[in-house]
């Protein structure tokens, strides 16, 4: 299961990861976003040393605009805080496994 992370768990779940964190912008009435969900999970399973967290962009407003969110699904790759990479729209699982092996 994709731990949600919220403004209030944000910081400490990724902010503070040492991990890679891939953060998965989304909302429920978002197609792309149930498209990319299953692959997202599928990931999760597949890749140890890698975060993977949600955060619903109706429930969490503040950090999608800190973020610069403007499109959904966004996925943000955060390592030691920091944004290291950026991908918007729904992706194969291929594109995603390349994104995420780029960023570690």
């Known amino acids: 299961m994709i731990k949600e992370v919220n403004k209030e768990s944000f910081e400490k779940d990724v902010l503070e990861n040492d991990r890679l964190v891939l953060v998965d912008f989304w909302a429920p009435w978002c197609g792309p976003c149930k498209m990319l969900a299953p692959l997202f999970e ?18 969490n407003p503040q950090l999608a605009a800190k973020y610069r969110v403007a499109s959904i699904p966004t996925l943000l790759a955060i390592k030691s ?23 570690k």
């Open 42 to 59: 599928e990931l999760n399973n597949e890749i140890e040393d890698v975060e993977f967290v949600k955060i619903n962009v109706d429930e």
């Open 81 to 103: 805080g920091t944004v290291v990479g950026q991908l918007v729209g729904f992706r194969p699982k291929e594109e995603l496994r390349m994104f995420i092996e780029k960023n």
